[in-house]
């Protein structure tokens, strides 16, 4: 399980490391660091990036994932929401940089399309996350990994941490 509070600068004794980028924080599981939340994203585009990001991973070598970002960024549109709600997985698979797992293009379709509805909903994705505030923490990562397609809740959980849920 991920740590979901914040740690100051200095709390982590001489066997504890300290993290904050996703890749970092997936190491800091194996070599038991503690894994800070990440910080919130800008934009609803940076929350959906970071969500695409967690379903491409899945099953791949971080290094690999964060060595290629620009390059799978550039063949996912920059990770356009409008665009990517819009495209099909025979147009992306097509695209220079995209992995070829049809499963997870088309979650990241699907999901595009889902984060179209939370805009649509609550004016913006943070403040969706406001409002899963008024859930019980466990609650909340059901919610998410219900919501969105290839995503469980373990990476709910992870996902949430990555954007800073926990303060």
């Not at 409008?82 to 220079?96: G, H, M, Q, S, Y």
């Not at 997870?104 to 379709?109: D, G, L, N, R, V």
């Not at 809740?153 to 926990?166: F, N, P, Q, R």
Request: hydrophobic content about 35%; aromatic content about 12%; overall charge positive.
């Amino acid at each position: 399980m991920i740590v979901t509070g914040s740690i100051a600068e200095g709390e982590c004794d001489s066997s504890m490391k300290a993290h904050r980028a996703p890749w970092e924080c997936t190491y800091a599981k194996e070599d038991k660091s503690k894994c800070l939340p990440g910080e919130k994203p800008k934009s609803d585009r940076e929350y959906f990036e970071i969500l695409c990001l967690c379903i491409l991973q899945a099953g791949l070598n971080w290094g690999a994932i964060r060595k290629n970002w620009p390059k799978i960024r550039q063949g996912f549109y920059d990770f356009d929401i409008d665009k990517l709600a819009k495209a099909t997985v025979d147009e992306l698979i097509k695209r220079p940089g995209v992995y070829k797992n049809r499963n997870k293009i088309e979650a990241i379709i699907v999901n595009a399309k889902k984060f179209q509805g939370i805009k649509e909903d609550f004016g913006s994705f943070s403040n969706f996350l406001e409002f899963l505030k008024k859930l019980k923490n466990d609650e909340a990562i059901k919610q998410v990994a219900k919501m969105f397609r290839h995503i469980g809740e373990y990476t709910a959980e992870y996902y949430l941490h990555s954007v800073g849920y926990w303060e």
